[in-house]
């Protein structure tokens, strides 16, 4: 029985060092994994401190240029064409000194009137701090409602013939399911405190009042609209009737009725009408940069988190 026990005993001892040992080269190699990503991380940053330096060595060396920025897409707080992402683009432009002259390059059909107020508000500010450069508008395909109403500040709007330009009215739409409700045999209830509080509901009948209330509501804003161009586009613009009644152009057309003055493209604005062919782009980018440093770290995290036991997700405590 001695025997068997201390054979036992013996089997028992080789098993656990066999399982500490195992244990200990698994920790190792985590912590390997870990100074070699730290390792990696340590590199990275000092290629993207280097490639920052040119970067910052270039713009000072670029020298005169015409400036661009684009507007691209929909008008929108939350969009590419914010106003904050727009205005931030154009001061870079305007206030780089070796700035000849900026070109917005517009292809938008419109979006948020107040998202573009505040950009052809910032267009005509720089263009009073900054008077020796101007700034023309480039129409791409499209070029309508708050793409114009953006446009309408530029010093003038050059256009492709085939441009689509124009539809200076507002709108807002909506759908009404009142018969449908009552086809299923729903029953809408709807409590409120405020008289006009569910105001344009698309489940309650339509109300002569509040429809009365949006109309006056929209013609304001269609109102502000108009003064904008009016103020923009000066005695430019022709008398067509229609001017303001929401249609849209092509580029040609546009030009006859004073919405745009002349044929060109963003290459030959530069060219041509600001005298320095090389274009130097201002646009607002993601942050490619931020991006990787951010993945390097939760990367890190994570393999630290691993070979220290952590079985949480990184990702769930950011």
Known sequence: MNTDNTEQHHREVLENLAKESLVERKRARRWGIFFKLLTFVYVSFLV?????????????????????????????ADAGASADRMTQGLRDAFEDPNTKGVILRINSPGGSPVQSS????????????????????????????????????????????????????VLSSGFGFVGT????????????????????????????????????LLGQIHQQFIAVVRAGR??????????????????????????ADEIGSAGQVARDVIGEEKVVDFTPREDLVGRLAEQLGVGAAKVLAETLGITAPVGGLR
């Open 48 to 76: 993207l401190a280097v490639v920052g330096a040119m970067i910052g060595d270039a713009a000072v060396k670029r020298g005169p240029h015409t400036a661009l920025v684009d507007l691209q897409g929909v008008i929108a």
């Open 118 to 169: 505040y950009i052809n508000r910032e267009i005509q500010r720089l263009r009073a701090a900054h008077p020796d450069i101007p700034l023309y508008a480039v129409v791409e395909d499209v070029c309508a409602s708050g793409g114009y109403f953006v446009a309408a500040a530029a010093d003038r709007i050059y256009v492709n013939e085939s441009s689509v330009v124009g539809s200076i009215g």
């Open 181 to 216: 409700l009552e086809k299923l045999g729903v029953e809408r209830r709807l409590y409120t405190a405020g008289e006009h509080k569910g105001f344009m509901d698309p489940f309650s009948p339509q109300n002569d009042a509040d429809k009365a209330h949006l109309e006056q």
């Open 234 to 259: 000066g005695d430019r613009l022709s008398d067509n009737p229609d001017l303001f009644s929401g249609l849209f152009w092509t580029g040609e057309e546009a030009i006859r009725l004073g919405l």
